[in-house]
């Protein structure tokens, strides 16, 4: 397994203090945070425990109010069926929807894991054999969600088995290591383990629904432990890794707050986030020039200005959504187009007076009072005072899958984000 960490149940906060308890070492230092791992099967068992999708995870770990329950999962319905929750942010000035499947807490790291590929042949540069003459194969997965080392980060590793083998005589890592076959590492790509009744979203509400025509194929069967599990597969070139300990490098995301006249620190999901460029080599060149989006971030708070304004236009969804302490640092441009509300609804600007004028929206207006639009993590830091800038302890899977586009008459319209070029496992 190499720098691969052994597969352990999750702790609650005590790493290394088991074997020193006698000594009394451990009662010298203070006890740290306990470290949570938060899995779509772990939103699941909320939900049937009784909880409300009001109710939020990692609440009290620096971000204002946590991540609730429907950001990540939707209410099962009757069936108890689930849909994953597709969310909006802001991604170098372009709004694209994503999907959150993993969030932990007080972890200084996250591993890269091996998932495990059968196949006939794996020369360099050679077709692949996939057992039984498939054209995907179903994986085997090293690590559980009941782990602490869970991880939807993984690295395609290919098992050479005779060509005699069954599709279904392999069905868990212990198998491969034991069995000595040949191994070939491969690439990456964020393949997270999700409910077997786990469904995709078909649409995002913006606060207009807008149908969401992901690339992303639906759950696929795989294996662990020799049992069958569901997963999901969001593609190569969302994360890197150090080579030499597999911990996965994390990118920055940006959630914009306000200070209300009491101090108190103001933050709503309903105002999209923003995200940080990935770590170098998290993703590949695409046509046109584009990169896609890195899939692992760690949450940062940065409070606004006392001058910057929320676009949102009155009597709108998004107005009615957000909360009343919110609302005094919202404005909105009388006369604005509706391709200029349906593009800056959402958007904080710097200085909400230029909201005074609608030609000020643009942000290429010649104008010295244009709008500067904070959409990207290069306009954070080049118009904000970074010093208000918190880390959390909280770092969170966010994989992109559509860009969401506007239209002139104030539609949105979704195309699947960037991608790599179709490849198997």
């Not at 009155?314 to 200029?340: H, I, K, V, Y």
Request: charged share 10%; proline share 12%; glycine share 10%.
């Amino acid at each position: 397994m190499g720098a691969y960490p052994a597969s352990v149940r999750r702790y609650s906060g005590v790493w290394a203090c088991a074997g020193v308890v006698a000594l009394g070492a451990c009662s010298q230092t203070p006890t740290p945070p306990a470290a949570k791992l938060f899995t779509l099967f772990d939103v699941q068992a909320l939900y049937a425990g009784g909880a409300l999708e009001s109710e939020a995870i990692a609440a009290d770990d620096g971000l204002p109010g946590g991540i609730l329950l429907n950001l990540i999962l939707n209410p099962p319905a009757s069936d108890g069926s689930l849909t994953l929750a597709p969310r909006s942010a802001w991604s170098d000035n372009q709004l694209v929807a994503f999907l959150t499947t993993e969030v932990w807490v007080n972890y200084p790291q996250v591993w890269m894991q091996p998932v495990y590929v059968p196949v006939t042949h794996a020369s360099a540069g050679g077709p692949l054999q996939f057992l039984g003459g498939v054209s995907q194969p179903a994986p085997i997965f090293s690590v559980g969600p009941a782990s602490a080392f869970y991880s939807p980060f993984l690295q395609i590793v290919y098992a050479e088995v005779p060509a005699d083998t069954a599709p279904d005589a392999l069905t868990s890592s212990r198998q491969i290591l034991d069995g000595g076959y040949p191994l070939t590492p491969g690439g990456g790509r964020t393949m997270p383990l999700v409910p077997d009744k786990a469904a995709l979203p078909a649409t995002v509400a913006l606060p207009a629904t807008v149908a969401l025509p992901s690339d992303v194929s639906p759950p696929a069967p795989g294996y662990l432990d020799g049992a069958v599990v569901s997963f999901l597969d969001f593609g190569p070139s969302t994360f890197t890794w150090d080579p030499n300990t597999n911990v996965v490098q994390e990118a920055a995301i940006y959630v914009l707050t306000f200070i209300g006249p009491d101090g108190t620190v103001l933050a709503s999901p309903d105002i999209p986030t923003v995200l940080g460029a990935g770590p170098s080599g998290s993703g590949v060149a695409l046509p046109g020039g584009l990169q896609r989006d890195s899939a692992y971030y760690r949450v940062h708070t940065v409070v606004m200005p006392p001058t910057a304004r929320l676009f949102v236009q009155p009597g709108s969804t998004l107005e009615m959504e957000l909360p009343g302490d919110l609302l005094p640092f919202t404005g909105f441009a009388p006369g604005a187009s509706e391709l200029q509300i349906a593009k800056f609804s959402g958007r904080v600007a710097l200085d909400g007076a230029c909201f005074s004028d609608p030609t000020l929206l643009d942000p290429t207006s010649t104008s010295s009072n244009r709008c500067i639009w904070l959409g990207s993590e290069a306009a954070l830091q080049t118009n904000l005072d970074l010093s208000t800038e918190e880390t959390t302890t909280i770092t969170v899977t966010w994989e992109v899958t559509d860009l969401l586009t506007p239209n002139a008459d104030g539609s949105v319209t979704a195309v699947p984000g960037p991608v790599a070029p179709p490849e198997p496992l």
